[in-house]
C-alpha cells in the first residue's frame, strides 16, 4: 500500500474495520458546458506534437541524460505534490481529440492526472518502461483557439517528453455480443448480460457500493440506483474464525426483491500468516502489508497447506454465491479487484500469480462448485494483468480522481476497450467522483455502468455536491432502480444447438429459436461462443457475424415475427479440426 497514496490509507482504515469506507484521488472536472459546445470533428489531419520542454515548468525541470526524447529535452522531477508542465496548443479549431503521452517511466507503472484549460481531464497509468513510450491519454475537448494541457504530478516519477493531438473520428458500433464465457450460465445471468449489452453505448446504469448509502440517496436525492455494491469480505475464512459476521447475502437478496442488479467485490483477507501487529491487524489482512502470505509459492506448490487454504476460502465464498443462485440472482462478481496496484496481497507477487489465482478461482468456482449466476468482471487496465477473454465477461476499472472532478475517464476507457478488443463491456467498478454524463456522452465513453463508492465520498458534498448527484440521477440516459424493468426475463425466447451430422472436417448443425414468452416476437438475436478453429463456411435462414470465438445470428426479418410456440429454424455447415464438434449452449433475446 504506498504510504503517499491517501486514498489507500482512508480505504484501509473503514474497509478494513467492516465500515466499506472508501478510496480517493486523482483530478478535477471540465464543465458539461464546455462539452455540449463542441464544434464539429475538424477534417482529418497530422497528428500534431507538442514538446514537455517548451511548456511552463512548476517543480520541474527540462533533462536530457536519457537517451531517445524528441524536441531539445524532456521534463523531468514529478516527485511532488503540484509538480507540473503545462503545454499550450495554439490556435486550435475546437472539437474532439485523441491525446496521446510521451513519457518514460522507470521501475514499475505509475500513474499521472491531466488538465485541460485549468479543469481536471483525467487520470493516465504510465506503463513501466525504460524507454520513451507513447500512452494513450484518452480524449480532450478543445475549444476554438488558444488551450492549455497540464501534466501534473500524481503517483511514481516519470520523466514526460511530450503530447500529441489527433481529431477523433466517430467512434465505430461496438462489436459486444451479449454472449458469457460460461456456456452453462442461468437464464437469469444470461438476460442480465444481455440487458447490458442492449444499453450499452446508448445508455449509463446508475450504481452505488453499501446498503446504507444506496438508502442515503433515497433519502437525499430521492431515487435509487440500478445495481448495489456489496462485498464478500467478512465471509473470509481467516476473518469468520476470528468471530466477523455478515449480512451482504441477506441483503443481496432484499435487493433482488427489490427489482435492483446485485454486484460483489471480495476484500479477501489472506488465508494465512496475517501480521496481527498494531497497524498490520488481523482485519486489514487484504492488504500486502498485513500478512506474508507468499502466493507465488502457494500456487507452485498444489500439495502445499497453503494451497489447500486458497481453494477453502474459494468454496467458502462459493457457498454464499451458491445461496444467490438457489434464489435465482444473478451476479456482477469482481474478485481479484486492482491487482495491478500491489497493495493488495493477491497483487503482490506480479501478474502471474494473479491470473493463475483468476484462473483458479474460475475453474473452481464454475466447473466445482457449478456456479453458473456470475458474471466475470475482470478489474486491470494492464494487459500484463489481463487473464483472458476466455475467463472474462466485462473488463472494467477504479477510478478516484480530486474532490468534484467529473471528467469522463476517457483515457481509461480507451484503454480497457483496447484490453477486451471492443467486444468486452467497459465499466467503473468504483469511483469517487462520479463522471458526469454529458461528458461521457460527448467524450464517447460509452461506460456501461458506474458504482460510487461509499461514506465521504457519497455524502461529504465535496467529491459530489448534493446537486450534481441530482442531476446525474434525473439525467435521462442514466438508469435508476426504477427504470431497470425485468432484467432477469428478457423476453421470451429460447435457442437450441443441434448437431444434425458431423465427418471428418466439417459438421451441420441446425438452431431452432422458438418464442417461448406469452406475447409476440417481432424477431430474435442468437448468440454462442465456439473455439476460433470452428469455422463457419456457409449459413441459411439468418445473418451471421463472427468475431473471435463469438458469433451472433440475427433473423432475416421474414422469420422474425414469432407467436408465442411458434419456432424458427437456421443452419450452419463448417469445418472443424479432427474432433467433434462443440455443442455450445445458445442465449437468445428477444425483440
Not at 531539445?72 to 495554439?90: A, L, R, W
Not at 438476460?191 to 438508502?215: E, N, T
Not at 497497524?279 to 500478512?291: L, P, S, V
Not at 457449478?370 to 487496465?381: A, P, R
Request: some cysteine.
Amino acid at each position: 500500500m504506498p504510504a503517499h497514496r491517501s486514498r489507500f490509507r482512508r480505504k484501509a482504515a473503514a474497509l478494513a474495520l467492516g465500515l466499506l469506507a472508501p478510496l480517493a484521488a486523482v483530478p478535477a472536472a471540465q464543465s458539461a458546458q464546455a462539452a455540449t459546445a463542441a464544434v464539429a470533428t475538424p477534417p482529418a489531419a497530422a497528428r500534431q506534437v507538442y514538446e514537455a520542454e517548451d511548456g511552463v515548468l512548476q517543480g520541474v525541470t527540462v533533462a536530457s541524460d536519457a537517451p531517445g526524447y524528441t524536441g531539445t529535452g524532456y521534463v523531468d522531477g514529478f516527485d511532488e505534490s503540484g509538480d507540473q508542465v503545462t503545454i499550450t496548443v495554439p490556435d486550435s479549431p475546437g472539437g474532439l481529440y485523441d491525446l496521446s503521452l510521451r513519457y518514460r517511466a522507470p521501475y514499475g507503472d505509475k500513474k499521472t492526472t491531466l488538465l485541460l484549460n485549468g479543469a481536471g481531464a483525467g487520470e493516465v497509468s504510465l506503463s513501466g518502461t525504460e524507454q520513451f513510450a507513447d500512452a494513450p491519454a484518452g480524449k480532450v475537448l478543445l475549444k476554438a483557439g488558444r488551450n492549455t494541457i497540464t501534466v501534473q504530478n500524481d503517483w511514481g516519477w516519470y520523466q514526460v517528453d511530450s503530447i500529441s493531438l489527433a481529431p477523433v473520428q466517430p467512434r465505430a458500433a461496438h462489436q459486444v455480443t451479449g454472449d458469457l464465457v460460461d456456456p452453462q450460465a442461468t437464464p437469469e445471468a444470461r438476460s442480465l448480460m444481455r440487458y447490458l449489452a442492449d444499453h450499452y453505448g446508448k445508455d449509463l446504469l446508475s450504481g452505488q457500493q453499501d446498503m446504507d448509502s444506496v438508502q442515503w440517496l433515497q433519502d437525499h436525492v430521492g431515487r435509487a440506483p440500478a445495481i448495489a455494491g456489496l462485498d464478500m469480505m467478512d465471509y473470509s475464512p481467516s476473518r469468520v474464525e476470528r468471530g466477523t459476521a455478515s449480512q451482504e447475502v441477506e441483503h443481496a437478496l432484499d435487493w433482488d426483491r427489490q427489482g435492483g442488479i446485485t454486484a460483489f467485490v471480495w476484500h479477501w483477507n489472506a488465508p494465512s500468516h496475517l501480521v496481527d501487529q498494531p497497524g498490520e491487524e488481523w482485519w486489514r489482512g487484504f492488504y500486502t502489508d498485513a500478512t506474508t502470505f507468499d502466493l507465488a509459492a502457494a500456487l507452485a506448490d498444489p500439495s502445499s497447506e497453503d494451497y489447500r487454504l486458497l481453494l477453502r476460502d474459494i468454496d467458502a465464498i462459493s457457498a454464499q454465491l451458491s445461496r444467490l443462485q438457489d434464489a435465482q440472482v444473478p451476479v456482477l462478481w469482481r474478485p481479484l479487484h486492482e491487482a495491478e496496484g500491489g497493495w493488495f496481497w493477491w497483487g503482490a507477487k506480479g501478474p502471474g500469480p494473479a491470473k493463475q489465482l483468476y484462473r483458479l478461482m474460475y475453474d473452481r468456482m464454475v466447473n466445482h462448485n457449478h456456479l453458473h449466476n456470475l458474471i466475470w468482471v475482470w478489474n486491470s487496465v494492464s494487459p500484463d494483468w489481463y487473464p483472458g477473454d476466455d475467463v472474462v465477461d466485462v473488463v472494467s476499472a477504479d477510478s478516484y480522481p480530486p474532490a468534484g472532478d467529473h471528467g469522463p475517464v476517457s483515457a481509461t476507457y480507451d484503454q480497457l476497450l483496447s484490453l477486451g478488443h471492443d467486444g468486452k463491456l467497459a465499466a467503473l467498478a468504483e469511483v469517487g467522483s462520479i463522471p458526469d454524463p454529458e461528458l461521457t456522452r460527448a467524450y464517447q465513453a460509452d461506460w456501461s455502468w458506474f458504482t460510487t463508492w461509499s461514506g465521504d465520498f457519497l455524502t461529504d458534498g465535496n467529491s459530489n455536491s448534493l446537486d450534481f448527484l441530482k442531476r446525474v440521477y434525473d439525467d435521462s440516459r442514466v438508469i435508476t432502480l426504477d427504470e431497470l424493468g425485468d432484467f432477469k426475463h428478457d423476453g421470451g425466447c429460447t435457442a437450441a444447438y443441434d448437431v444434425l451430422s458431423s465427418w471428418k472436417d466439417g459438421y451441420l448443425v441446425r438452431v431452432t429459436v422458438r418464442n417461448s414468452g406469452t406475447k409476440p416476437i417481432n424477431g430474435w438475436r442468437v448468440g454462442w461462443n465456439a473455439p476460433a478453429d470452428q469455422r463457419v463456411t456457409e449459413f441459411w435462414n439468418a445473418d451471421l457475424k463472427i468475431s473471435g470465438t463469438a458469433r451472433t445470428a440475427t433473423d432475416l426479418h421474414w422469420n422474425g415475427a414469432l407467436k408465442p410456440g411458434e419456432q424458427a429454424d437456421f443452419y450452419l455447415i463448417g469445418g472443424t479440426p479432427p474432433t467433434a464438434p462443440t455443442t455450445p449452449a445458445p442465449s437468445c433475446a428477444a425483440n
